[in-house]
T-cell receptor, first 115, second 110 residues
Framework: GAGVSQSPSNKVTEKGKDVELRCDPI?????LYWYRQSLGQGLEFLIY????????KSGLPSDRFSAERTGGSVSTLTIQRTQQEDSAVYLC?????????????FGSGTQLSVL | QKEVEQNSGPLSVPEGAIASLNCTYS??????FFWYRQYSGKSPELIMF????GDKEDGRFTAQLNKASQYVSLLIRDSQPSDSATYLC??????????FGKGTMLLVSP
């Protein structure tokens, strides 16, 4: 696609429910990243994929968070048993490769609200 | 703790002035440096990147890197009200992960 696509754009859920967030990267980009941004805060790194593998998942805040990527393309971030502190904008980004010089291009994000 | 630090601002400048945004980083091994612009309610957009010491110019934007002092800056010449946004400094720490600062809010008044 022309850009990074994320869905849904907004998600409201009840505490304790599971949610799935989807990211479709720019076509041909091998690297994919998930970040989250809480109100007034910077971007917090969650996980990085190179192809279908995740060489760096050091930012996942707890075992309630997991992510997978299939076919070297679409990625899904799953949050189980959501908590109010999970409320944030979840941003996905992709880059042509995973090298240090790689430029990240962001999607428009998913605004998650946990009531 | 490997960090990227920015003054949160807001930095207020009049239209036509030069806006100077600064960023310091803690990891001496960092090699790639990026500036992203984020309008309120929108996602970050890459505007500049720099890999070598010195200056890099692109239109009204100049990125400056000083690895010895571990700082990177962004100058915006002839600032316009449309430049009002939060500017995020991002530094490559480790093989591939970008670490972002919390951003500096820039306000350009007409």
């Amino acid at each position: 696609g022309a850009g990074v696509s994320q869905s849904p754009s907004n998600k409201v859920t009840e505490k304790g429910k599971d949610v799935e967030l989807r990211c479709d990267p720019i076509s041909g980009h091998t690297a994919l990243y998930w970040y989250r941004q809480s109100l007034g805060q910077g971007l917090e790194f969650l996980i990085y994929f190179q192809g279908n593998s995740a060489p760096d998942k050091s930012g996942l805040p707890s075992d309630r968070f997991s992510a997978e990527r299939t076919g070297g393309s679409v990625s899904t971030l799953t949050i189980q048993r959501t908590q109010q502190e999970d409320s944030a904008v979840y941003l996905c980004a992709s880059s042509a490769n995973g090298m240090r010089s790689a430029k990240l291009f962001f999607g428009s994000g998913t605004q998650l609200s946990v009531l | 703790q490997k960090e990227v630090e920015q003054n949160s601002g807001p930095l207020s400048v009049p239209e036509g002035a030069i806006a100077s945004l600064n960023c310091t980083y803690s990891d001496r091994g960092s090699q790639s440096f990026f500036w992203y612009r984020q309008y309120s309610g929108k996602s970050p957009e890459l505007i500049m990147f720099i890999y070598s010491n010195g200056d890099k110019e692109d239109g009204r934007f100049t990125a400056q890197l000083n690895k010895a002092s571990q700082y990177v800056s962004l100058l915006i010449r002839d600032s316009q009200p449309s430049d009002s946004a939060t500017y995020l400094c991002a530094v490559n720490i480790g093989y591939s992960t970008l670490t972002f600062g919390k951003g500096t809010m820039l306000l350009v008044s007409p």
